[in-house]
């Protein structure tokens, strides 16, 4: 089921609202044209004006999205979706994709109980002024209709959305659960390059080695090999 919202406060606020009433099922969707109090990770704002892609859709809480793999795999998912419509994307671990060095798309995922809800949204048509972004952000932000104006200006969200939904409703999660992790390293921004992860105000620094089976970074340091699950990643 997929339902569209012309304005809402936050996609996963009314999509709980839905899960509260018995409404809103594994794979349903829901769709805001525009949010007025959208967030991101770590409580952030989200800028959502009219014309970009925010959703919610609710997941099975099962193999690979019962785990802390879940952002990670459905980036896979994301960055198939986007290059059907022609847009190659790198994925920025954990929960970001990015073109020429601009996050176009981002991933918030809720769990309560069983239940598991992925907010996310795609810079389809507008990407805010670097003047608004965090002094501390990883990456500018860009936006699909900057880097192929015409094929930009050719689809809505409710295409982008429909094709992310079946394509979630035909995966063999069985089989998925053991190729995502491929499916993201020929897509990981950064492979083999030095990055510094940001974690609970230190810095570890080390070469871009891969993920290990749970979705976690793996750093080659000068301490060896080093496992990380939670941070920020960005460029040293």
């Known amino acids: ?8 406060g936050s996609v996963l606020d009314a999509a709980w609202k839905m899960v509260a009433e018995s409404r809103f099922s594994v794979f349903d969707a829901l769709i805001a044209h525009e949010q007025t109090a959208g967030r991101g990770q770590y409580g952030r704002t ?22 802390t793999e879940a952002a990670i795999a459905l980036s896979c998912c994301i960055a198939a979706t986007l290059s059907d419509f022609g847009f190659e994307v790198k994925i920025k671990w ?12 981002g991933i918030l995922l809720e769990q309560k109980g069983d239940r598991l809800i992925a ?28 880097v192929a104006p015409e094929r930009a200006a050719a689809l809505t969200p409710e295409m982008i ?26 897509r ?3 492979l083999h390059e030095t990055v510094c992860m940001d974690v609970d105000g230190s810095t570890l620094a080390g070469v871009l080695a891969g993920l290990d089976e749970r979705g976690g970074v793996l750093l080659a340091t000068h301490d060896g090999m080093q496992v990380c699950r939670r941070g920020t990643m960005r460029k040293a």
């Open 94 to 105: 954990a929960n970001d994709l990015v073109i020429d060095g601009g996050k176009v798309a």
């Open 46 to 67: 989200w800028i959502s004006p009219k014309g970009n892609v925010y959703v919610a859709i609710r997941l099975p809480c099962e193999a690979p999205f019962d785990n």
């Open 188 to 190: 990981l921004l950064w």
């Open 1 to 8: 089921m997929l339902t569209v919202l012309e304005s809402t």
């Open 119 to 146: 907010g996310i949204g795609i810079n389809l048509a507008f990407c805010p002024d670097p003047l608004a972004l965090r002094k501390d952000a990883a990456l500018p932000a860009r936006c699909l209709r900057d």
């Open 161 to 186: 959305v429909e094709n992310l939904v079946n394509r979630l409703k035909n995966l063999d999660l069985k089989r998925f659960a053991g190729l995502w992790r491929t499916q993201s390293l020929s």
